[in-house]
């Protein structure tokens, strides 16, 4: 994807100066090349953070992540202000949390979404009232229920009817106010990447499905549904220790092509009229999901927050008008669209290996100190990314490369296919775009590689704010029984 010499751009990009994309997408707003050819972070260079910090080392563009939270917050703000809509937006933090980091999206505006007891602690630690967050997770733990009880998160998210009894039964045996719950549920709208696509039944383990028995979503009169997810509301509604707070719906991940939000949307407005036809109970909010899509590879265009945020709230307005309910609250849960853009991974080059193909071809392995415990996204998903020499910038003539980890495993894949300056050579700095979101979360411990340090770097300065591990935090664990 990187522009080669002589291609159609004609841009500066050519062999007279090597192969780079610095600045622009997928690059956070704060990564530039300096006069020297090398690569700075918000005013650090790259060879002083890999002094000092060491790599692998993930290096998050603190500013970056601030605006795009708070462009969010604006974008949806304003669009839903247009309908007469309120919106709360909530950083998924399965995507990164750390403590700075859920400090930060708290100030730029934003709630926090967890997925799990560590989750919530982080945000708790980090000074988010337990009233700005949420607990999701298909099989919360007992202790996980309590922890979200004990801190009044402003609502769980409830993925099932037995786990509607057990918080309820929970609430009941602690006594206190009602927990404010949303219902998860399944539109039938799959989402991610460039098109959505709709089916009745989801063979998958989240939510509880819209789809009546008889009829259609769509069609179907109040008294009439069955679905799994009328069930579940009418089971909150049943339970004096739980308030109905609203529906939930997530629709995917990566997503670039907005209409499935619109579609999503319209069903669970639908299910909410039949709900307050049938009970009485207009329940005040509905939860859109995340999943809004970004730039992985120079030349992908990113979901653009105002677009969207447009497109949806005209969308929503049509459809409560057709239900002829009122608008509900609105929350969203951007993740990725928050942090991914604002992270790199810096590594070092090691070994350089070509490898002859077919055809009279070769390709490049270039191995760094990381891989699959850092980033499994590529091995996991097959997920692309975009890599470049960062510590200086090469005039040889770019060749095809794939960028490998250290792990023992073929498919340990950093970045797939990208053209590298040919003279690439042990102890070159690269960096990897985007890998701010569900990188250092994913980490493992395969072949017992250390996780990298987090890096927050602003104003010229780095800091870390996840260290890096050691083998002696390895070893702590190992009990030697
Ligand atoms: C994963 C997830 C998100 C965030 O998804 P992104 O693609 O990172 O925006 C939001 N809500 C729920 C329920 C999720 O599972």
Not at 173 to 194: E, L, S
Not at 284 to 306: Q, T
Not at 321 to 329: F, K, N, S
Request: aromatic fraction near 4%; hydrophobic fraction near 45%.
């Amino acid at each position: 994807m990187t522009t080669a010499p002589g291609s159609a751009s004609g841009s500066a990009v050519g062999s007279a100066v090597g192969v780079t994309t610095i600045p622009g997408e997928p690059w956070s707003t704060g990564v530039e090349r300096g006069a020297d050819g090398a690569v700075r972070v918000a005013g650090v260079d790259v060879r002083a953070l890999a002094a000092e910090h060491g790599t692998p080392a993930y290096v998050l563009d603190e500013q970056d992540l601030r605006t795009r939270a708070r462009t969010y917050r604006r974008a949806f703000t304003e669009a839903f202000a247009e309908i007469g809509a309120g919106v709360d937006v909530y950083y998924a933090g399965k995507a990164f949390l750390s403590v700075a980091v859920a400090r930060w999206v708290h100030e730029e505006g934003l709630r926090v979404d967890t997925a799990s007891g560590g989750e919530l602690a982080v945000a708790l630690r980090a000074g988010v009232p337990g009233a700005e967050i949420g607990l999701h997770g298909n099989n919360k733990s007992d202790g996980e229920i309590a922890a979200a009880l004990d801190a009044g998160v402003g609502r769980i998210i409830v993925d099932s009817l037995v786990e509607i009894e057990r918080v309820a039964d929970a609430v009941a045996a602690r006594g206190g106010a009602p927990a404010p719950v949303m219902v998860r549920v399944t539109t039938g709208v799959h989402a991610g990447g460039h098109e959505y696509i709709s089916t009745a039944h989801e063979d998958q383990k989240f939510g509880l499905s819209l789809a009546p028995s008889r009829g259609t979503a769509d069609t179907v009169a109040a008294a009439d549904d069955d679905s799994p997810a009328m069930t579940a509301l009418l089971a909150v509604v049943a339970r004096p220790e739980l308030r109905l707070l609203g529906i939930h719906s997530h629709i995917g991940s990566q997503i670039l092509d907005p209409s499935g939000f619109a579609v999503a949307a319209r069903a669970v407005l639908a299910l909410r009229a039949r709900l307050a036809a049938r009970t009485g109970v207009l329940v005040e909010e509905v939860d859109l999901g995340g999943g809004y899509g970004i730039a992985y590879l120079p030349g992908e265009v990113a979901l653009d927050a105002d677009r969207i945020a447009k497109e949806v709230a005209a969308s929503v307005e049509r459809s409560a008008a057709e239900v002829g309910t009122d608008l509900p609250r609105f929350s969203i849960e951007p993740g990725r669209a928050i942090v991914g853009p604002a992270g790199l991974t810096l590594y070092s080059v090691g070994t350089v290996k070509p490898v002859r193909l077919d055809e009279g071809r070769t390709r490049l392995y270039v191995s760094v100190d990381g891989g699959m415990s850092d980033n499994i996204r590529p091995a996991l998903y097959g997920a692309q990314y975009h890599a470049e020499v960062v510590g200086r910038l090469s005039t040889a003539e770019p060749v095809l490369a794939r960028v490998v980890g250290k792990h023992c495993e073929s498919g340990d894949i950093v970045v797939h296919e990208v053209h590298l300056p040919g003279d690439v050579r042990a102890g070159d700095l690269l960096a990897v775009a985007a890998t701010g979101a569900y990188g250092r979360s994913m980490a493992s411990n395969y072949n017992l590689l250390t996780r990298p340090p987090v890096v927050a770097v602003r104003e010229g300065a780095s800091r870390v704010l996840v260290r890096r591990e050691t083998v002696d935090d390895l070893l702590a664990l190992d009990t030697d029984a």
